[in-house]
């Protein structure tokens, strides 16, 4: 079956990088994506990588995927008060129908 | 529209009646999802349209949730007999069918008493 776990907090001071981290059990998952959450919000698509690739960047943010662990990581690089929120990955599996399977969710406390 | 609409945005209920909740998916968009978030959880799928059928709908909990999209646009999600524990986000999405993610709508937060 599918599953994907998160750690459910993460802290960072503003100006530092912030890492989350996910695995997920699919190994024939095609994609996996990060999704944030503001409070009262839908999710938003931030990025995604493709299972063949090892590392995406995309501005501040930084995916790398390990396959071989499942394991998945954001990095967003000099971290905002903005960036608060919470961060779910999800993976999509080679069922077809682009049907996603989510995290529990990372909420991101940026401080001063 | 320019995004994914969904009405109402909140929804109070009674346990035992019967509830709607429309999704207006963005034009031209021919894939539909629905995904339910509980408090403190990541959405789970429910059911997913392509066109006008339900491609997937292993994620319903039960028969008391029913979707339809009749003609491949907005489409309903149905809930009889509601349960407290029904309440949650549901959450609505479309996307083009092909290519990579897709774009969610804000909710419908049910609340049911």
């Known amino acids: 079956g599918e599953d994907v776990e998160q750690s459910l907090f993460l802290s960072v001071r503003e100006g530092d990088s912030s890492v989350i981290n996910c695995t997920y059990t699919?190994?024939?998952?095609?994609?996996l994506y990060w999704y944030k959450q503001e409070p009262g919000a839908g999710l938003q698509l931030l990025t995604y990588i493709f299972s063949n690739m090892d590392m995406k960047q995309d501005q501040r943010l930084t995916v790398l995927l390990n396959k071989k662990d499942k394991h998945l990581s954001l990095r967003i690089a000099d971290t905002q008060t903005g960036d608060s929120a919470i961060y779910f990955c999800?993976?999509?599996?080679?069922?077809?129908?682009?049907?996603?399977?989510f995290g529990t969710g990372t909420q991101l406390k940026v401080e001063l | 529209g320019a995004g994914v609409s969904q009405t109402p945005s909140n929804k109070v209920t009674e346990k035992g009646k019967y509830v709607e909740l429309r999704c207006d998916p963005i034009?031209?968009?021919?894939?539909l999802y629905w995904y339910r978030q509980s408090l403190g959880q990541g959405p789970e799928f429910l059911i997913y349209?392509?066109?006008?059928?339900?491609?997937?709908d292993s994620g319903l909990p039960n028969d008391r949730f029913f979707a339809v999209r009749p003609e491949g646009s907005v489409s309903t999600l149905k809930i009889q007999r509601t349960e407290r524990g029904d309440s949650a986000v549901y959450l609505c999405a479309s996307s083009l069918g092909t290519g990579v993610g897709y774009t969610f709508g804000s909710g419908t937060r049910l609340t049911v008493v």
């Open positions: 699919d190994s024939s998952s095609t994609y």
């Open positions: 349209f392509q066109g006008t059928g339900a491609a997937d």
């Open positions: 034009s031209g968009h021919t894939a």
């Open positions: 999800a993976e999509e599996g080679s069922g077809g129908g682009n049907k996603l399977t």
